[in-house]
């Protein structure tokens, strides 16, 4: 399986941009590159997904880098609700589509 | 609120006891996958049921089982019960096909296991 390096922790003042990023050198061409989040005590939260463009939600905006070896997701104002732990996930359309979980990247937000 | 209900919520029990966790599916979702999360392993992919058949399974152990009912709540039977099973127990729901990446996840139910 195709792997994602993410850094540990990053940190962000409130109100302020932040970028995630996601190294996946191994992808293959059919891997669709979703993001997912869990919030202290919560269960996983489904962010955004995309295979070759960028990509905009209402909570989020997903940048791939063109040789898709990696991408960034982009919290356009960090709220103190978005400090989670931020997972980047790759996946086929194949059967089963579980979510394979790495360490994910745990956001701070400072006010 | 997700639209998946998990009970109960916390359960504490004895080691080589068994358990049954439930899951019922936002309305519509035909596909339930069940995940553990411990501290030491990190988020886990356990199984996966579609319309009451298994389609997946993951690092499941044989003393764990699940199975899909006709109305498509599941449940997550865990028996011979270790303390090293203590952990919280995600179920997710997709609709099947492209967008079953999407899945929804509900609020999880925290096994102690003493």
């Known amino acids: 399986d195709a792997k994602t390096t993410q850094p540990n922790s990053m940190e962000s003042n409130e109100e302020e941009p932040v970028h995630l990023p996601c190294n996946h050198s191994?992808?293959?061409?059919?891997?669709?590159i979703h993001w997912y989040r869990q919030l202290p005590s919560q269960g996983p939260e489904y962010v955004i997904h995309?295979?070759?463009s960028n990509v905009n939600n209402r909570m989020a905006s997903l940048a791939i880098a063109e040789d898709r070896k990696s991408s960034t997701l982009i919290l356009h104002r960090a709220t103190l609700r978005d400090a989670a732990v931020y997972y980047c996930?790759?996946?086929?359309?194949?059967?089963?589509?579980?979510?394979?979980f790495g360490g994910g990247t745990r956001l701070m937000v400072k006010p | 609120d997700s639209g998946v209900t998990q009970t109960p919520k916390h359960l504490i029990t004895a080691t080589g006891q068994r358990v049954t966790l439930r899951c019922s599916p936002r309305s519509g979702d035909l596909s339930v996958y069940w995940y553990q999360q411990s501290l030491d392993q990190g988020l886990q992919f356990l199984i996966q049921y579609y319309n009451g058949e298994e389609r997946a399974k993951g690092n499941i152990l044989e003393r764990f089982s699940a199975q899909q009912f006709p109305d498509l709540h599941s449940e997550l039977n865990l028996s011979s019960l270790e303390l090293g099973d203590s952990a919280l127990y995600f179920c997710a729901s997709s609709v099947y096909g492209v967008n079953s990446y999407e899945q929804y996840f509900g609020p999880g139910t925290r096994l102690t296991v003493t």
């Open positions: 995309g295979l070759t």
């Open positions: 191994t992808i293959s061409g059919t891997d669709y």
């Open positions: 996930i790759l996946g086929g359309n194949n059967a089963g589509n579980m979510l394979t």
